[in-house]
């Protein structure tokens, strides 16, 4: 009974998602394709910091496009899109510090994910 009431709520959850897709006018796989933000970030930025250089991976993206990088010992830096890298959790910074994204790519330190 219970796998029964289960398959006709996904049915419903399902026709009513893509009831809400089709009045927007958009397709569900334009949508979902569209709302990955990791698209929009390199996966990877090489800093150089106190002579040694570091691979910081993205982390997580927050609601309002803040982007967080983490690399070992616990360092760590934010971008936005249309923003700076800032270090986290000090003053000091590296060789990203102040650059764009469009900056670090230029300069390879910035390393997209190739699909």
Do not use: N
């Amino acid at each position: 009974m219970t796998y029964v009431s289960s398959r006709i709520s996904d049915g419903l959850t399902r026709t009513l998602l893509a009831s809400l897709v089709s009045l927007a006018g958009f397709p569900l796989t334009t949508l979902q394709a569209q709302d990955d933000p990791f698209d929009q970030f390199p996966l990877l930025i090489q800093c150089k910091y106190k002579e040694t250089y570091h691979a910081f991976y993205i982390s997580r993206i927050s609601p309002d496009g803040v982007a967080t990088y983490v690399a070992s010992e616990r360092m760590a830096g934010t971008i936005t899109l249309d923003g700076h890298a800032k270090a986290t959790g000090g003053a000091e910074g590296g060789s990203c510090v102040g650059k764009t994204l469009d900056e670090l790519r230029a300069s390879h330190q910035a390393f997209d994910l190739k699909r």
